[in-house]
């Protein structure tokens, strides 16, 4: 068996012998970059109280991957189409992995939030360049059953990132969260060479890289803006990025329609099964992602776990995304996309929903049935979706349909943790003033509470061991009445410290209820708007090709 696979894919005149260990390798791919979000919502706690960070110091370590992620894939697609996919995807693994050395040796809050970033640049090579080579690799009766692995995997990752970051945290600092993406970015780096053919679209011409310019302009302050305003309110960064955002809109799309070779046609999003896949793909990531981000706290905060119990507990959502993707490779060809897509969404609704009845009497058997629902909606409803998104390039365009489809899954990724993220925050807040009025504790000391809910029980926590010191004083006082003095204020402190603890664990179960519900009708109100966009038929529409003069000659060097 050869080292290196040099021969280039469309150079073969039958399918790639080898095309399914291909995969494999492509998924590892796409494993860790999604892993490095998750994990990092379980390592948060550790990091925090070693680095001393704030609440905006956090949100940045966890955004500051986001915002190069989201904004350059575009343009980065384009880029592996012309030059190299596969070349984009080895570079992407060394510079995410890179990132990642990097993250495990800083010791401060500004060299995690660069790593991170530097991860996110590396990301934002690897995610378009998998769905790129899946599409060259595989012929296109086998490609929707590869995508619906591919979207497994993605699944997986979610539940899998909080297992192996608390698995790594029993024995280790949370820098082993990082150092855990080395061994395995090497690994794909050695399969990327040795399975995955080369690939690239000869005759594309040179690349629009003043639209993809502008595409990073107006995506990263989008990005930026949806960070910053819910979080941390809507003052001139946030402004100011908003107008950033919506000017350089419009210019991208102006130029694109102007310029005869656009880094993306904006005139797809006119076809409604495109649009209606970009918009499925958004909504339900809105709603995965949030439910995500509030339900490992609740587990975490308010049920007491571990971060491996945590991660162990979030596997039925993984389970359940597999028998989704094994449905939809089903029932998708006989019944059509719209038909799976729209009740993959109504699930996702139907848990959300499910998740309105948590309170603080909830136990964790009472999320195991929202999390299967969710994770055979995520099954069910995105592999057609980005089936339909990859048939809507021709194949010299492979790295841009990629990208496109990562875009719509990051966008609407960035706005659940951000949009849910600020409701869940400020009901939380709201719901624990109303429980605490006519506290005695001062009002600093309820404002922190009230900040999160992991400040709220290390409030708890403080007023407890007030309350041991306290009990200890008693006991070796020897003045019988100081000592009936201080073993009174021991009690009355452990009383206070019970009392916050219950109302911080209340106030955080009735906020999830509040924010499902508003997940819950924006996802449903997208499930109507996706299942009118969305035409009858049960595959992806033919990519349109380029006029014949301009019809591109795949290369035969990748």
Known sequence: MR???????????????????????????????????????VAAPSMTQDLGLSSSDLQWVIDGYTVPYAALMLLLGAVGDKYSRRGALVLGLFVFGGGAVAGSLVDSAGGVITARAVMGVGAAMIMPATLSLL?????????????????????????????LAGALLEDHSWKSTFLINVPIAALAVVGALALVPPSKAHGKGRIDYVGGLLSV??????????????????????????VVAGAGLVLFVVWELRHPRPVVDVRRFTERRFAGSNLAVALFFLAVFGAFYYLTQQLQFVLGY??????????????????????????????????????????????????????????????????????????????????????????SELGVGGAVNDTSLELGGSLGIAVLGSLLATSYHDHLADATAGSELPASTLATAQDSVGAGYAVSQGIAQQAEKAAAQAAKATDPQQAAQLKAQADQLAQGAHRMA????????????????VGAVVLGLGTLVVAVLLPRGTGAEPAQQPAEEDEPVLSEVG
């Open 217 to 242: 302009v107006w995506i990263a302050a989008l990005v930026y803006m949806i960070i910053e305003g819910p979080h941390f309110g809507w003052g001139v960064k946030a402004i100011t990025a908003a």
């Open 306 to 395: 571990s971060a491996l119990e945590t991660g162990l507990r979030m596997l039925p959502l993984a389970g359940a995304v597999f028998v989704g993707s094994a449905l939809t490779g089903y029932l998708t060809p006989r019944v059509g996309m719209r038909l799976t897509v729209t009740a993959g969404m109504v699930g996702g609704t139907a848990a959300l929903a499910l998740l309105t009845q948590v309170d603080a009497g909830s136990s964790y058997g009472d999320l195991v049935a929202p999390l299967v629902i969710l994770g055979l909606a995520i099954g069910l409803a995105l592999s057609p979706c980005t089936d339909a998104i990859m048939g809507a390039f021709p194949e």
């Open 502 to 517: 219950d109302a911080v664990g209340s106030s955080f179960s009735d906020a999830v209820a509040h924010t499902s519900l």
């Open 3 to 41: 080292l290196v696979m040099n021969e280039p894919v469309e150079r073969m005149d039958r399918p790639y012998a080898r095309r399914w260990w291909a995969l494999l390798v492509l998924c590892l791919s796409l494993l860790i970059i999604v892993m490095a979000n998750t994990a990092l919502t």
């Open 135 to 163: 599409a060259a690799t595989f012929p296109r009766a086998e490609r929707a059953k590869a995508i619906t692995l591919w979207t497994a995997t993605a699944g997986l990752a979610i539940a899998a990132g909080p297992l």
